[in-house]
């Protein structure tokens, strides 16, 4: 098993619906939590970075974190065709002498105008 | 600044031959890694390094050697290539290795390899 899951897609909506997207884990020392989106042939870039449970809201996106679960979710509301990428998840723990991130598959999006 | 580059963008490799992934960041910045993409594997940490001359292995580093002998550069080795190192590679950097809560990996755009 993974140790992070996350629904490889494709998604596709029309522009302007909330698009929720989610992954799971199973290692209980994953403390930070991130959400990267990569276009086509381009290196991923850092989105959004919550620490432990909660929501973190930036401009169209929320991020929420349920540790209980071991669950989270990133919303896209009002999405543009410009939101169409694939979305990363990836998680941490402060273990050694540095941190390492595991990340999910990735979960590709298109947003149709 | 230029970020993180690397080169080469594409490349083609017998099986058998070797060959090193160059990455260079101008940020100044502490950390460096090497993460691999795969088609419904995401991606994996292959080495990273914490500050020059130290570096140590992630995930999946059978295979790859890496040094870092200044802070800007970060290569990464194929000793002798195998189809299954078929893959897209990322070089990343971020200025502290700790500072999670408060830090940015920044990534490279990617080299693609093909090893036939």
């Known amino acids: 098993q993974k140790e992070v899951e996350q629904d490889p897609g494709p998604l596709s909506v029309p522009e302007g619906a909330i698009v929720s997207l989610n992954c799971t884990y199973s290692?209980?020392?994953?403390?930070?939590f991130m959400w990267y989106r990569q276009y086509s042939r381009k290196g991923p870039e850092l989105l959004m970075y919550?620490?432990?449970?909660g929501n973190k809201e930036d401009g169209r996106f929320t991020a929420q974190v349920d540790k209980s679960s071991k669950y989270i979710s990133l919303f896209i509301r009002d999405s543009q065709p410009s939101d169409s990428a694939t979305y990363l998840c990836a998680m941490s723990a402060l273990t050694g002498s540095a941190r390492q991130l595991t990340f999910g598959s990735g979960t590709q999006l298109t947003v149709l105008p | 600044n230029a970020g993180v580059t690397q080169t080469p963008k594409f490349q083609v490799l017998k099986t058998g031959q070797s060959m090193t992934l160059q990455c260079a960041q101008d940020m100044n910045h502490e950390y460096m890694s090497w993460y691999r993409q795969d088609p419904g594997m995401g991606l994996r940490l292959i080495h990273y390094s914490v500050g020059a001359g130290i570096t140590d292995q992630g995930e999946v580093p059978n295979g790859y050697n890496v040094s870092r002998s200044t802070t800007e550069d970060f290569p990464l080795r194929l000793l002798s290539a195998a189809p299954s190192q078929t893959s897209v590679y990322f070089c990343a950097s971020s200025y502290s290795s700790f500072e999670v809560f408060t830090d940015t990996q920044y990534f490279g755009p990617g080299t693609r390899l093909t090893v036939l």
């Open positions: 919550t620490y432990s449970s």
């Open positions: 290692n209980s020392a994953f403390q930070y």
